[in-house]
């Protein structure tokens, strides 16, 4: 079946630092998106991305889709306190079932 | 705008109850979901409706749970007889056209739900 894994579960930062998610799947991706869920909130839609080798920014905050379509990553450059909550990636497999990534839970010091 | 409204915000009740989680989804858009958040299974998907018509519900748990969508604006999410292992937060996200993961989804604030 289809696995989803992101990588770390959990990041602590100082303020200031840059940080980086995963998300992995065993099977090729139609499309990704990312979404942030801050603590005791609900998940917000940040972005999609569809092609192969796409790169995204949004400010701090660079996506990109792997070449094999199966694996993507967030980054954020000099992390804020406004950044902490969990990032999740969401993908839809090639038979367009849809599953959300277990999350990275990121902690950023001040 | 109005964004995805739940409610109630927060239930507890007694194993055994009936319990009824309703959703209004932003106005105009076509598809609802149902998701179910806990720490040890993380954010699944629980079933979906495309204009109204369950499209994929094979995330719901058991018979123990059902989902309406009777019209545009309105579903609900039942779980009866309620279970203390149905305790999480449930959210109900709606997004614009057709499709599970081709479009953004809105979530809402979600139900809070501790089954005593």
């Known amino acids: 079946g289809q696995q989803v894994m992101q990588i770390p579960q959990y990041q602590h930062v100082q303020e200031g630092e840059d940080f980086t998610t995963y998300c992995n799947s065993s099977?090729?991706?139609?499309?990704i998106q990312w979404y942030k869920q801050r603590p005791g909130g609900h998940p917000v839609f940040l972005i999609q991305l569809v092609k192969s080798g796409e790169v995204k920014k949004q400010k701090r905050l660079t996506f990109q889709f792997g070449e094999a379509k199966k694996n993507s990553s967030l980054h954020i450059t000099a992390t804020q306190t406004t950044d902490v909550g969990t990032y999740f990636c969401a993908v839809t497999n090639t038979g367009n079932q849809f599953y959300f990534g277990t999350g990275t839970s990121l902690t950023v010091i001040p | 705008d109005a964004g995805v409204i739940q409610s109630p915000r927060h239930e507890v009740t007694e194993m055994g109850q009936e319990v009824t989680l309703r959703c209004k989804p932003i106005?105009?858009?076509?598809?609802l979901f149902w998701y179910r958040q806990t720490m040890m299974r993380g954010l699944e998907l629980l079933i979906y409706f495309n204009n109204n018509v369950p499209i994929d519900d094979s995330g719901m748990p058991e018979d123990r749970f059902s989902a309406k969508m009777p019209n545009a604006s309105f579903s609900t999410l039942k779980i009866q007889p309620s279970e203390p292992r149905d305790s999480a937060v449930y959210f109900c996200a709606s997004s614009q056209f057709p499709g599970q993961g081709m479009w953004p989804q809105h979530f809402g604030d979600g139900t809070r739900l501790s089954i005593l």
């Open positions: 099977t090729t991706l139609s499309n």
């Open positions: 106005s105009g858009h076509n598809s």
